[in-house]
């Protein structure tokens, strides 16, 4: 019947990521949906650099900050041995002496305490009593060309002080070397500017089943090779 083929084990997001570019080619919109992280940053690379070659990204790219979510439970978080130096905190209530939405820098972890660090050498305890009242990040880079498709990752605004919503789906219009990097909602509705050290962004072309609840697009594909299983 035809409704199995199979595919070079040696090129296996080949078709996948001919079938999403050719969806992007018709105009209409397009999200592939992966159960693991990790597969979904190998299709995200394979599908940018066929849209490069496609000329459908723009030449210029930049390094934008990426701030992953580590995901840990409050009983996680609450551990010292789980909180390594140069992993981020970021607050979610005002606790005292710590304003919420600031960001800190683990700079020591040990069975005496961890201590976090902000800008201008300020450096305070971490409340592990309090562990439901902030998330932990991993620090990692993001690379933006104009026309990416962009996930916003947590609650926040942009430069304008507009509201930039968790899970919101965003196109980039334009990079520029200042570290600005201008966005648009896929739905045409408006339009933001960030920083590149904004933070809580994400490629937006693989995403897990969690991620892509809600959303609404023209066509979706499944990425689960036999390894996920």
């Not at 390094?63 to 390594?84: F, Q, S, V, Y």
């Not at 045409?188 to 960030?194: C, D, F, L, P, Q």
């Not at 937006?204 to 299983?229: L, M, N, R, W």
Request: aromatic share 6%.
């Amino acid at each position: 019947m035809g409704a199995i083929r199979e595919v070079d084990p040696l090129k296996p997001n080949e078709q996948l990521v001919n079938d999403y570019v050719a969806t992007l080619r018709q105009k209409k919109s397009a999200l592939i949906v992966s159960p693991t992280h990790q597969q979904g940053e190998d299709v995200t690379h394979s599908i940018r650099q066929r849209l490069r070659e496609s000329k459908m990204l723009g030449k210029k790219e930049i390094a934008a900050t990426r701030l992953m979510n580590l995901n840990l439970t409050e009983a996680e978080k609450g551990d010292w041995r789980n909180l390594k130096k140069g992993m981020l905190v970021q607050f979610n209530q005002n606790i005292t002496g710590i304003k919420r939405g600031s960001l800190w820098a683990v700079e020591e972890s040990s069975d005496r305490g961890v201590y976090i660090k902000a800008d201008k050498d300020l450096t305070t305890r971490l409340p592990l009593d309090r562990s439901g009242d902030y998330d932990v990040y991993k620090k990692t880079e993001l690379s933006l060309s104009k026309g990416d498709r962009l996930r916003i990752t947590r609650n926040g605004f942009d430069d304008d002080k507009k509201r930039l919503n968790n899970g919101e789906m965003m196109e980039v219009t334009s990079v520029k070397k200042d570290g600005t990097i201008l966005l648009k909602n896929t739905s045409g509705k408006s339009t933001h500017k960030i920083h590149k050290d904004y933070g809580h962004i994400a490629h937006a072309y693989c995403i897990t089943s969690h991620a892509s609840q809600g959303k609404t697009v023209d066509e979706v594909f499944i990425s689960q090779p036999a390894a996920t299983f």
